[in-house]
């Protein structure tokens, strides 16, 4: 049987305020880590081709790596801070990313994940809408981090789609580490799992483990 391909999209916020307490180098360092182990899940697949793209924005979005990659040559360069949060800019561009095409008519649910630690900047209703009216963005699995207690929780949790689902909450290092492994990780190997209706909406996807330690919340 021909694999089919899950489209994974990372959307991180390089916002200025994502350069306070080393959040950014968390963020990378965390996405870093997390590889091998996306890796090793998409490994364990082989009905499922896994291919990363990632967005960034702060005063704006832009590709940060726009060609969607299989997960076994994708390498991470690094972030960095460059202004306010455009949320909706990037919402626009994955939802150009999720039309039809250049996605292909037979693929698996992609994979839309959000990283945050502010309040969007821009009109990001009207960019959510855009992904919204996609087939494909109807159909994905989104998951979304709040790094921080400043993030809009409830936009992210918006974001979701699903009232049973709540955004991650990451305020220390460790717990952005862990939800991003699981963002990695889990849902990956839940997308790229078919079901016998994949045409309906991605299903609900449980709770990321709360990683509990010595170390105390900084943001």
Same mark, same amino acid.
């Given at each position: 049987m021909a694999n089919r391909p899950v489209h994974f999209i990372w959307m991180l916020d390089c916002s200025g305020s994502m350069g306070v307490n080393g959040k950014i180098g968390e963020l990378n360092f965390a996405i870093r880590e997390a590889i091998p182990e996306m890796q090793q899940a998409a490994e364990s697949n082989p009905?499922?081709?896994?291919?990363? @793209?990632?967005?960034?924005?702060?005063?704006?979005?832009?590709?940060?790596?726009?060609?969607?990659?299989?997960? $076994? @040559?994708f390498a991470w360069e690094d972030v960095h801070t460059y202004g306010g949060t455009d949320m909706g800019a990037a919402f626009k561009l994955a939802a150009g990313a999720?039309?039809?095409?250049?996605?292909?008519? @037979?693929?698996?649910?992609?994979?839309?994940?959000?990283?945050? $630690?502010?309040?969007?900047? $821009?009109?990001? @209703?009207?960019?959510?809408?855009e992904i919204d009216a996609t087939p494909w963005g109807k159909r994905a699995v989104r998951v979304a981090v709040a790094i921080g207690d400043d993030a809009d929780k409830s936009m992210l949790k918006e974001f979701l789609g699903n009232p049973e689902l709540e955004p991650l909450q990451a305020k220390n290092p460790r717990q952005l580490a862990a939800a991003i492994r699981w963002m990695s990780t889990a849902v990956v190997k839940d997308a790229s799992t078919p079901k016998v209706e994949d045409a309906k909406p991605a299903s609900p996807l449980g709770p990321a483990p709360l990683t509990k330690g010595d170390e105390d919340d900084i943001w």
């Open positions: 009905a499922a081709s896994l291919l990363v @793209r990632a967005i960034s924005f702060a005063s704006g979005a832009s590709w940060h790596v726009g060609e969607p990659t299989p997960v $076994d @040559r999720l039309q039809t095409p250049p996605m292909p008519q @037979r693929a698996l649910p992609p994979v839309l994940a959000l990283a945050s $630690d502010g309040q969007p900047t $821009d009109d990001w @209703r009207a960019g959510l809408r």
